[in-house]
């Protein structure tokens, strides 16, 4: 195999882990829905991963080495064995990841041929997130902002208004920490949201392509205050309904990246009784415009 030269970018989760991004193709980078750091210095203390995108044919990186064949799904990461986990995307690429050593292998040849939306949602966030779980990370599919120092996790079903209701809160000077993943982190029973640097992606109708916008960052990690589950139903008035553990842990167990196996969902688990102390837990029903809704949320941060 001859070896290519590598390029390499640093996207850093929160404060104290970098992801270093390489690739054979240096336009590769900014398909991929990150930002990255580039002032980042390889001597700060950090959790460190590895994820190496190939997109020439002999690209020059040995994949890991295991007893074990590869196997392939339909979607998403599928076959979780050895310390090895293997996936395709509906025939587009290939990942290999190995938790043990925390590195990711992608080999997508055609990376180029696909929209940019395709390999940051379909092929690139399942990857960050198993990274991120190796990590003990947990990942939500969430918006997340700050508010005066603490964190808002914002949950619900795909189209129900996360991203207006994202947008006005932006708008009302919260700080930006997560589009559509939030990551959580949980010490001394206390849970944080990381900083997830990504593009903001927007619709600006159903027949096109959503468009991408850079936000600020100025928090890189704030404590968890408060999680609104969205549920805007039919027919149903407006109203901001606090609800128990029990209701909240439900809910945000369905809210959980898809390939998840056993061990992520017991660490998903302990997240969520540790969120019942500290945390507040709302349902905001009903569909509404997204500037109440804003106004009802921030209302309630202020007690």
């Known amino acids: 195999m001859n070896s290519l030269p590598l390029y390499r970018r640093v996207s850093r989760i929160g404060d104290s882990i970098a992801v270093n991004v390489y690739s054979d193709n240096e336009n590769v980078f900014e398909r991929l829905g ?14 460190s991963m590895a994820l190496y995108i190939v997109t020439c044919l002999d690209g020059g990186i040995e994949l890991p080495v295991v007893e074990t064949p590869v196997f392939h799904g339909d979607m998403l990461l599928v076959i979780d064995e050895g310390g090895m986990r293997y996936s395709d995307y509906a025939g587009r690429a290939l990942s290999v990841f190995s938790k043990l050593s925390r590195r990711a292998v992608l080999d997508c040849p055609r990376l180029f041929d696909y929209h940019p939306d ?15 779980a190796s990590a003990g990370c947990l990942t939500i599919h969430a918006a997340s902002v700050a508010v005066n120092g603490q964190a808002i996790m914002i949950a619900g079903p795909t189209g129900c208004g996360k991203s ?5 809160l932006l708008e009302s000077g919260a700080a930006f ?8 982190t949980e010490s001394g029973g206390s849970v944080t949201v990381e900083l997830f640097p990504e593009h903001i ?11 991408r916008t850079v936000p600020e960052l100025s928090v890189r990690t704030a404590p968890l205050r408060a999680v ?25 167990m369905g809210h959980l990246p898809p390939q998840y196996g056993q061990p992520e ?15 507040e837990a709302y349902v905001l029903e009903g569909w509404g415009d997204p500037g109440a809704w804003c106004s009802m949320i921030l209302e309630r941060m202020r007690y």
């Open 164 to 168: 207006t209701l994202l947008d006005k």
């Open 201 to 211: 992606r927007r619709s600006i109708s159903r027949d096109r392509p959503k468009t």
């Open 265 to 279: 969902l017991d660490h998903a688990a302990d997240i969520a009784t540790c969120l019942h102390g500290s945390t």
């Open 228 to 252: 609104f589950f969205l549920d805007p139903g039919d027919g149903v008035e407006v109203a901001l309904r606090r609800i128990g553990p029990s209701e909240s842990a439900a809910r945000l």
């Open 118 to 132: 395709f390999v940051a949602i379909n092929v690139m966030r399942p990857l960050m997130e198993d990274l991120l």
């Open 177 to 184: 920490l997560a589009d559509d993943r939030s990551v959580l």
């Open 34 to 47: 990150l930002l990255y750091d580039d002032r980042f210095s390889p001597d700060e203390p950090c959790l």
